[in-house]
Antibody, heavy 119, light 107 residues
Framework: EVQLLESGGGLVQPGGSRRLSCAAS????????MSWVRQAPGKGLEWVSV????????YYADSVKGRFTISRDNSKNTLYLQMNSLRAEDTAVYYC????????????WGQGTMLTVSS | DIQMTQSPSSLSASVGDRVTITCRAS??????LNWYQQKPGKAPKLLIY???SLQSGVPSRFSGSGSGTDFTLTISSLQPEDFATYYC?????????FGQGTKLQIK
């Protein structure tokens, strides 16, 4: 079964750091770009970051550029999001998603992990 | 960055109605436009990719059209399970962006 499972969410203080993980199974992880998308409580979807299959390209939304770092370990079928200098406005459910080759559409999503930034 | 604007933001309709949601890009994105459905507490689900291609397993009452800057998602005959929030997304630019969403509610 094709599956993405996020972990690492929780409560963190403003200015703190957190690393999210996304474990993939059921497909050839190393062949696909992967992305993070977040959704603040009661709000819409916000694309956060994308990484190419071989990690040679990464892109970030302006709202997180310079604070967040996306990475992957293809030997462990795992995607990461390192988040530093966290702010209250980073509070959201964070989803990882698999990008369909060449088209970029996100055909597989995880269930999400909630991150709360609060003192 | 490419901005995506959906209209309307919310919509009330009845079972059996035909519904159209529009999405406009701030610049041409050719056909790099996708549509997602999200139900409360759930992850989004891909419905339409490349503007008009139906994702596997998605009912044929869903259809997409458009190219360039203007796109539409049409549901030909609303079913009870279709009441949800719908998002468009562009993947033309490497900085992917979503529309603000359209909440489809029961009239």
């Amino acid at each position: 079964e094709v599956q993405l499972l996020e972990s690492g969410g929780g409560l963190v203080q403003p200015g703190g750091s957190r690393r999210l993980s996304c474990a993939a199974s059921g497909f050839t992880f190393s062949s696909y770009a992967m992305s993070w998308v977040r959704q603040a409580p009661g709000k819409g979807l916000e694309w956060v970051s994308v990484i190419s299959a071989s990690s040679d390209s990464t892109y970030y939304a302006d709202s997180v550029k310079g604070r967040f770092t996306i990475s992957r370990d293809n030997s462990k079928n795992t995607l990461y999001l390192q988040m530093n200098s966290l702010r209250a406005e980073d509070t959201a459910v964070y989803y990882c998603a698999k990008a369909w080759s060449g088209l970029g559409a996100f055909d597989i999503w995880g269930q999400g992990t909630m991150l709360t930034v609060s003192s | 960055d490419i901005q995506m604007t959906q209209s309307p933001s919310s919509l009330s309709a009845s079972v059996g109605d035909r519904v159209t949601i529009t999405c406009r890009a701030s610049q041409s994105i050719t056909s790099y436009l996708n549509w997602y459905q999200q139900k409360p507490g759930k992850a989004p689900k891909l419905l339409i990719y490349a503007a008009s291609s139906l994702q596997s397993g998605v009912p044929s009452r869903f259809s997409g059209s458009g190219s360039g800057t203007d796109f539409t998602l049409t549901i030909s005959s609303l079913q009870p399970e279709d009441f949800a929030t719908y998002y468009c997304q562009q993947t033309y630019s490497s900085l992917y962006t979503f529309g603000q969403g359209t909440k489809l509610q029961i009239k």
